[in-house]
């Protein structure tokens, strides 16, 4: 006759609480080694992802660099006495230069110091009376707030040589150098710079100076003096 096991007897545990103690005190003994090993495990995966972040940061910098390149505009301003048709107009221009177009901003020009802020200031500054400069045939054109595509001129003063005129023409002539004439001009991707003389690199802005003493043409008479007829 086999025996009976006895069911109320508890199972022997099979780690003793000794044996257990021993167990976590070695777990926690070895527990910073564990932690730096996974550490050094992963670490090649974390300067990989680090890697590939700023290699795509650079990639995407150079080519919005190279989009703005390509779209850059490059305004001087000029003035001359004369055109390749033999015109013998004293004009002052704004040339793009550059590869994209120019969205024109505020111009200011000031003669010896003091602000234009029309043609017939210009006149009556440097060269006649305002009743005389009022009666002269002086081409206005915009000069803000207009796209200039690449290799464009715009002239936005121009005084033709005629008899009524000589004499206004030949003190323009040379009171024209000591114009100051600066102008702000942005690209279509809103990137910003001032053009100031007839220096060699404009000068990079966030955005147009708005504290300038605006020179504006003559709206309602583009063509002044025509009023005078």
Aim: net charge neutral; aromatic share 8%.
């Amino acid at each position: 006759m086999s025996e009976t096991p006895n069911r109320d007897a508890r199972p022997e545990p099979a780690v003793s609480a000794s044996d257990a103690a021993t167990i976590g005190s070695r777990f926690l003994r070895y527990l910073p080694l564990i932690t730096i090993a996974h550490f050094l495990i992963g670490l090649p995966a974390l300067i990989a992802s680090l890697a590939l972040a700023y290699f795509a940061f650079v990639q995407a910098d150079a080519t919005q660099k190279m989009q703005s390149g390509g779209v850059m505009p490059f305004v001087t301003f000029g003035t001359s006495n004369g055109d390749k048709d033999g015109n013998r107009d004293i004009a002052l221009t704004l040339t793009n230069n550059g590869v994209g177009p120019a969205i024109l901003g505020p111009i200011e020009i000031r003669y010896e110091g003091k602000p234009i802020t029309t043609p017939i200031d210009l006149l009556t500054a440097c060269c006649t009376e305002e009743t005389q400069a009022r009666a002269m045939r002086l081409s206005t054109s915009p000069s803000t707030g207009i796209a200039v595509p690449p290799g464009e001129t715009i002239e936005f003063v121009s005084l033709p040589r005629t008899p009524e005129s000589e004499k206004v023409w030949q003190i323009l002539n040379k009171e024209r150098w000591k114009l100051q004439v600066r102008s702000c001009y942005c690209s279509i991707f809103n990137d910003c710079w001032v053009t100031e003389g007839m220096q060699g690199m404009p000068k990079a802005v966030n955005k147009c100076p708005a504290n300038w003493s605006l020179y504006r043409e003559d709206a309602r008479n583009r063509i002044t003096g025509a009023d005078a007829q």
